[in-house]
């Protein structure tokens, strides 16, 4: 079974500061890992995935994410926040066999303030 | 710029009637998924094609819901007859799956659904 923890329902930051939003997973095998980022009204959009290789991952808009095996943790992150950013984050597992859908977690609402 | 359209955008309809959505995916992708959105329950996934043929509706309730793809452009949700704990956003995606490599999703921009 595959699942995901996202642990702040919400996430508060001033704009110009490093932002994280972080996820946990769990999976029997190897993880794919995906961050969406859902603004009002929207569908999802994809930022960023981590597959194998390096675990910091750079994705759209400034994003990165990191993948930590260990602590089975793929946090989002980003330098510097923008009120533009501010929006609904989804990060999403599934096992690298089987069955190829997404299990998301039940998103982080991130406010950046000005 | 390719993408994945759904309409209608925002359907509202009276219990027990019909329902039917419907979303066509990006050209060329392989895949096509269903998800429900709900504040209480988050994202949930309903069901799933590959190569047009379902691979997993374990997360659909089967009594009056139903999804099929007529073609490779076309995607359809049904649900009947509707009940007002329907009511919710439903979004579809599409991937494309290659040989063993993962696919990203790309989501539409959902069908609002309200059931009174």
């Known amino acids: 079974a595959q699942s995901v923890a996202q642990p702040e329902d919400q996430v508060n930051v001033a704009e110009g500061n490093p932002l994280t939003v972080k996820c946990t997973y769990s999976?029997?095998?190897?993880?794919?890992l995906f961050w969406y980022v859902q603004y009002p009204n929207r569908g999802l959009q994809f930022l960023l995935k981590?597959?194998?290789?390096?675990?910091l991952v750079k994705g759209s808009y400034g994003f990165e994410a990191e993948f930590n095996k260990s602590q089975t943790s793929f946090h989002l992150k980003k330098p510097s926040a923008l009120v533009s950013d501010s929006a609904l984050y989804f990060c999403?597992?599934?096992?690298?066999?089987?069955?190829?859908?997404?299990?998301f977690g039940s998103g982080t609402r991130l406010q950046v303030q000005p | 710029d390719a993408r994945v359209t759904q309409t209608p955008r925002d359907k509202v309809t009276e219990m027990g009637q019909e329902v039917t959505m419907r979303c066509q995916p990006i050209?060329?992708?392989?895949?096509v998924f269903w998800y429900r959105q709900t504040m209480m329950q988050g994202l949930e996934l309903l069901a799933y094609?590959?190569?047009?043929?379902?691979?997993?509706d374990s997360g659909m309730p089967k009594d009056r819901f139903s999804a099929e793809m007529p073609d490779a452009t076309l995607a359809t949700l049904k649900i009947q007859p509707s009940e007002p704990r329907d009511s919710a956003v439903y979004f579809c995606?599409?991937?494309?799956?290659?040989?063993?490599?993962?696919?990203?999703?790309?989501f539409g921009p959902g069908t609002r659904l309200t059931v009174l």
């Open positions: 995606a599409s991937g494309l799956v290659i040989a063993g490599d993962t696919d990203t999703q790309y």
């Open positions: 999976v029997s095998g190897n993880p794919y």
């Open positions: 981590y597959i194998t290789g390096d675990n």
């Open positions: 999403a597992v599934r096992e690298d066999t089987g069955r190829r859908a997404l299990t």
């Open positions: 050209l060329g992708h392989n895949t």
């Open positions: 094609f590959r190569n047009r043929a379902p691979l997993d």
